[in-house]
């Protein structure tokens, strides 16, 4: 019966090739407006760790006090200061843990190198690879020991070992960064979870991978200053890279790895007892202001999400919705021009539920054809999404099989929707009255 109603819809569509086709263009550029957009609010709203956005957790410290919070509403620091990262780190209250800041270094001649070039990082501790699931193509990262004793260590990225050593396993190595000597300790495959849930701090979580990893503690002795934010408050004293390290300036990305309900309800009890002891000790004059977030909590208090991409996907939904109701207009029309043919139908027999189907049929095989029309037009508007977004979000969006299955899908299922209006009008057609105006 369903062959049959398909074969009906495609008669229909063939006698009113102009009613069809403004109904396939209208659902076609309206599906793909809203695919268009969608698919840059998926790339730049997605989970950047899915397997272990639950036990990733950033702490927070309020080491201003509630009159300098960041945004005057309370909240902790957006990072930790020395300081208080410090105290984390040795107490090491989490199964895993690592301090994170961003660094500018310039790799010095050599090879078939002749002059100098920069390149980014991250100062890091070893729980950094295995907390955050970093594949390695060579080698692997370094051990905690190495941590302890300021070991020059490096990890490189899969890019900028074949920039460097021209993809060769360079695990052994030694790399000069403003220097001093590193040895490679591993290279990892292309590894650039977007948003870059941890560093939040330093950018707004997009752009192009790090080139290395080196120790946090060498990073520190080598007085390597952060090449992302530094905030600080009150009068500022400082002389030098000690009153600098041990003022009130936040600038380093804590993170820390916990399993289970019981270890969170644990280190959160450890941060509020922290505070209170910084309290005791005079440091605080305010009373313990401690947060502890997942990896989704922090993306969503750090509204990582572009506003432009929430408001362009919400005004492109809105033209399709006016694509539907152009096209419930369209089927309307359509649909009752040929009440004489549904009231012979009716009088021979068909029950509305018959009619329901062959119309709904109908509507579905419109929707497929304005969703084919749909994938078209998505392909080209993500070719220039760049024309909207910056470059760094306009490269994340991309077509993929899951995007086209959706498209079809949202094309058949509106249209659908949208002919239930003019089906019901058309299983209502009294056979009687038509067929004696027939």
């Not at 009716?346 to 018959?354: D, F, P």
């Not at 977004?389 to 079809?408: C, G, N, Y």
């Given at each position: 019966m369903?062959?049959y109603y398909?074969?009906l819809a495609?008669r229909s569509?063939?006698?009113n090739?102009?009613?069809?086709?403004?109904?396939?263009v209208a659902i076609?550029?309206?599906?793909?407006?809203?695919?268009?957009?969608y698919s840059?609010?998926?790339?730049?709203?997605g989970?950047p760790?899915?397997d272990?956005?639950?036990?990733?957790?950033t702490?927070?410290?309020?080491s201003?006090g509630?009159?300098?919070?960041?945004?005057g509403d309370?909240?902790p620091?957006?990072a930790?200061?020395?300081?208080?990262?410090?105290a984390l780190m040795?107490?090491?209250?989490?199964?895993r843990?690592t301090?994170i800041?961003?660094?500018?270094?310039?790799?010095?001649?050599?090879?078939?190198?002749s002059?100098?070039i920069?390149?980014?990082g991250?100062?890091?501790y070893?729980?950094?690879?295995p907390m955050?699931?970093?594949p390695?193509?060579?080698?692997s990262g370094?051990?905690a020991?190495?941590?302890?004793?300021r070991a020059?260590?490096?990890?490189?990225?899969?890019?900028?070992?074949?920039r460097?050593?021209?993809?060769a396993d360079s695990v052994?190595?030694?790399i000069?960064?403003d220097?001093h000597?590193y040895?490679?300790?591993g290279?990892?495959?292309?590894?650039?979870?977007?948003p870059r849930?941890?560093?939040?701090?330093d950018s707004d979580g997009?752009g192009e991978?790090?080139d290395?990893?080196?120790p946090f503690t060498?990073?520190?002795?080598?007085?390597?200053?952060t090449?992302g934010n530094?905030?600080?408050?009150?009068?500022k004293?400082?002389?030098?890279?000690d009153s600098?390290l041990?003022?009130?300036c936040?600038?380093i990305?804590p993170w820390?790895?916990?399993?289970?309900?019981?270890?969170v309800a644990?280190?959160r009890?450890?941060?509020?007892?922290y505070?209170a002891?910084?309290?005791?000790a005079?440091?605080f004059?305010?009373?313990p202001?401690v947060?502890?977030r997942?990896v989704?909590?922090?993306?969503?208090f750090?509204?990582v999400v572009p506003?432009?991409?929430?408001?362009?996907l919400l005004?492109?939904?809105?033209?399709?919705v006016i694509?539907?109701?152009?096209?419930v207009?369209?089927l309307l029309?359509?649909f009752m021009?040929r009440?004489?043919?549904?009231?012979?139908?009716?009088a021979l027999g068909?029950s509305r539920r018959?009619?329901y189907?062959?119309?709904l049929?109908e509507?579905?095989?419109?929707?497929a054809?304005?969703?084919l029309?749909g994938?078209?037009l998505?392909?080209i508007?993500v070719?220039?999404v760049g024309?909207l977004?910056?470059?760094?979000?306009?490269?994340?969006?991309h077509?993929?099989?899951?995007?086209?299955?959706?498209?079809?899908?949202?094309a058949i299922?509106?249209t659908?929707v949208?002919?239930?209006?003019p089906t019901?009008?058309a299983a209502?057609?009294q056979?009687?009255w038509?067929l004696?105006?027939n």
């Amino acid at each position: 019966m369903l062959g049959y109603y398909l074969d009906l819809a495609l008669r229909s569509l063939k006698r009113n090739k102009l009613l069809t086709a403004l109904m396939i263009v209208a659902i076609g550029f309206g599906v793909a407006a809203s695919m268009i957009t969608y698919s840059v609010f998926r790339a730049v709203s997605g989970n950047p760790i899915p397997d272990k956005s639950a036990q990733l957790f950033t702490p927070q410290i309020d080491s201003w006090g509630p009159q300098q919070s960041f945004n005057g509403d309370g909240e902790p620091p957006q990072a930790l200061d020395y300081t208080d990262a410090m105290a984390l780190m040795r107490a090491h209250a989490a199964k895993r843990q690592t301090l994170i800041y961003p660094v500018l270094l310039t790799v010095l001649p050599g090879g078939d190198r002749s002059l100098p070039i920069k390149a980014n990082g991250y100062a890091v501790y070893a729980d950094f690879f295995p907390m955050f699931e970093v594949p390695f193509r060579y080698g692997s990262g370094w051990e905690a020991a190495q941590d302890e004793n300021r070991a020059p260590m490096i990890v490189l990225s899969e890019a900028f070992n074949r920039r460097i050593f021209g993809n060769a396993d360079s695990v052994g190595r030694e790399i000069n960064l403003d220097g001093h000597e590193y040895r490679v300790a591993g290279v990892a495959r292309h590894w650039n979870p977007q948003p870059r849930f941890y560093a939040l701090f330093d950018s707004d979580g997009f752009g192009e991978p790090a080139d290395f990893y080196i120790p946090f503690t060498r990073a520190v002795d080598l007085q390597i200053p952060t090449n992302g934010n530094n905030s600080c408050r009150g009068t500022k004293t400082m002389s030098g890279w000690d009153s600098w390290l041990h003022g009130n300036c936040v600038w380093i990305n804590p993170w820390v790895e916990l399993d289970t309900p019981a270890e969170v309800a644990r280190y959160r009890n450890f941060l509020e007892g922290y505070a209170a002891e910084q309290r005791r000790a005079g440091r605080f004059d305010w009373a313990p202001n401690v947060r502890l977030r997942d990896v989704t909590q922090w993306l969503d208090f750090m509204h990582v999400v572009p506003p432009e991409s929430r408001i362009s996907l919400l005004v492109s939904l809105g033209f399709f919705v006016i694509c539907l109701v152009n096209t419930v207009g369209l089927l309307l029309a359509k649909f009752m021009r040929r009440a004489g043919e549904i009231g012979v139908r009716r009088a021979l027999g068909a029950s509305r539920r018959e009619i329901y189907m062959q119309f709904l049929v109908e509507a579905g095989t419109v929707g497929a054809a304005g969703g084919l029309l749909g994938l078209v037009l998505t392909a080209i508007g993500v070719s220039g999404v760049g024309l909207l977004f910056r470059p760094e979000i306009a490269q994340l969006a991309h077509i993929d099989l899951s995007l086209v299955a959706l498209t079809l899908a949202v094309a058949i299922a509106a249209t659908v929707v949208a002919a239930f209006y003019p089906t019901w009008r058309a299983a209502h057609v009294q056979p009687a009255w038509h067929l004696r105006s027939n």
